[in-house]
């Protein structure tokens, strides 16, 4: 396994060289992409071109077989001893990972806890608060995510919309460093998606640096300061919304596009 070990930082998160495959199938194909602090960065591209598998490189939740991922001038899960990497331990990947929010699909809430105890868990866990501090850091968040109301609810008991935007408060509970976001609103009825648009716009104005995997074109070219367009586990075109979505330049780009807006 060879691992570029980590350049000098000049973004939040720098992706180099990753490569990734599943036994015979190569998923990521060499992806390079720096993420500036406070960027939005939406990442569109058909089913099965790697989005998800990139967005989980980014915290580690994959490992990588060839590149490096750094956030905040930090490999995630390796480190560097002499001139050789080597993976860290679990203890330490979690540590690490901390700094890294993700929001996932299907919210992936903890079912036998109610609201503010799945925010309150990891911050418990990490021993970074008392109890009575992640409460009260827990209300907060839920008041920026508008459910104030459903503190003690359990997941089974909230919509959808309700469960995401839980889940974006716990994502918030450690205040990452950039905030990964896996088609959010995909697995959501039509009319719950813009409540959780609207906290993920919110999240986007106040300098939160932000990956978006979407398939909402229009929301996209609303937040995003750059569109990347992944297709084959390849960066095909990037730039920003009013080039890419507008004027894209790859046949690939254009035809998804016309399949999709
Ligand atoms: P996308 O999110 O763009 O739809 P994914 O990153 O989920 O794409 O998947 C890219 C490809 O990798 C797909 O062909 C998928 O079947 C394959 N894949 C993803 N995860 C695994 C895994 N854990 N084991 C084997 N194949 C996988
Ligand atoms: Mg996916």
């Known amino acids: 396994m060879t691992i570029a070990a980590a350049a000098p930082t000049k973004g939040l998160v720098e992706i180099h060289d990753v490569h990734k495959s599943y036994g015979g199938l190569e998923v990521l194909a060499g992806i390079d992409l720096t993420i500036a602090p406070g ?22 939740l994959e490992s990588v077989d060839q590149g490096s991922v750094t956030v905040d001038g930090q490999l995630i899960g390796y480190e560097l001893r002499g001139d050789k990497l080597y993976e860290l331990r679990e203890k330490d990947i979690l540590q690490r990972r901390t700094q890294i929010g993700i929001v996932f699909q299907n919210f992936n809430l903890f079912p036998h806890l109610t609201a503010i105890e799945n925010i309150t868990e990891a911050p418990l866990a990490l ?31 909230l919509s959808g919309g309700q469960q995401q935007r839980v889940a974006i408060a716990r994502a918030l509970a450690l205040d990452p460093k950039v905030l990964l976001f896996d088609e959010p609103t995909s697995a959501l009825d039509p009319e719950l998606v813009g409540e959780v648009l609207d906290v993920i716009r ?53 035809e998804f596009l016309a399949k999709v807006l």
């Open 202 to 254: 919110t999240l986007a104005s106040t300098g939160t640096t932000l990956v978006i995997v979407t398939h909402e074109i229009g929301f996209a070219r609303e937040v995003a300061d750059r569109i990347v367009f992944v297709d084959g586990g390849r960066i095909l075109e990037e730039g920003p919304p009013s080039r890419v979505l507008v004027a894209p330049e790859h046949p690939r780009t254009r």
């Open 127 to 157: 021993k970074r608060a008392s109890k009575a501090d992640a409460r009260e850091q827990a209300l907060q968040l839920l008041a920026r995510v508008g459910l104030s109301d459903k503190a003690d609810h359990f997941p089974r008991q």
């Open 39 to 60: 960027e939005v960065v939406a990442i569109l591209g058909p089913s099965g071109s790697g989005k998800s598998t990139l967005l989980r490189t980014i915290n580690h």
